[in-house]
C-alpha cells in the first residue's frame, strides 16, 4: 500500500509548464497516429508531475476539475517517484478507461489548479 506523502511540493516553481506538441494537422489527418510529436519522455511526464503542489485543496478535483474524478494528486505524486504501477493502480481506482481518457481528455483540472 502507498502511503501518500508528496515528494516534491516546490516544484512548481522549479519547474515550468510544458507540453508535447502537436503534430501538423495535415499529417494527422492521413493517418490514426498520436496527435503529439514527441514520444512520451518519461523524465518529462516526471518533472512535470512533480509540479503537483500538494495545495491541501485539491480544485482539480472538485466539480470543475476532473469529470471523471481521477486523484490527480496522488496518480502525479506516484508518476513523480517513477511507481508505475501504483500510479496505474491508483488511477483505475476512478477511471475504467485511462487510455482512452487520456487521449481525448481536455484537462478542465489544469484549469481548476490554483497554478492555473
Not at 516534491?8 to 493517418?31: A, M, S
Not at 502525479?76 to 511507481?83: E, G, I, P, R, S
Amino acid at each position: 500500500m502507498y502511503q501518500f506523502v508528496m515528494g516534491k511540493v516546490t516544484g512548481f516553481k522549479e519547474f515550468d509548464r510544458k507540453t508535447e506538441p502537436y503534430r501538423p494537422v495535415k499529417l494527422r489527418i492521413q493517418d490514426y497516429g498520436e496527435i503529439f510529436t514527441d514520444t512520451h519522455n518519461v523524465a518529462h511526464l516526471q518533472e512535470q508531475g512533480a509540479r503537483c503542489m500538494d495545495c491541501g485543496v485539491p480544485f482539480c478535483q472538485s466539480n470543475e476539475g476532473c469529470p471523471v474524478d481521477n486523484l490527480i494528486p496522488e496518480w502525479n505524486d506516484l508518476v513523480y517517484h517513477d511507481k508505475w504501477q501504483a500510479a496505474l493502480v491508483r488511477l483505475h481506482k476512478t477511471n475504467n478507461f485511462p487510455e482512452f481518457t487520456g487521449r481525448v481528455c481536455p484537462a478542465p483540472c489544469e484549469g481548476s489548479c490554483v497554478l492555473g
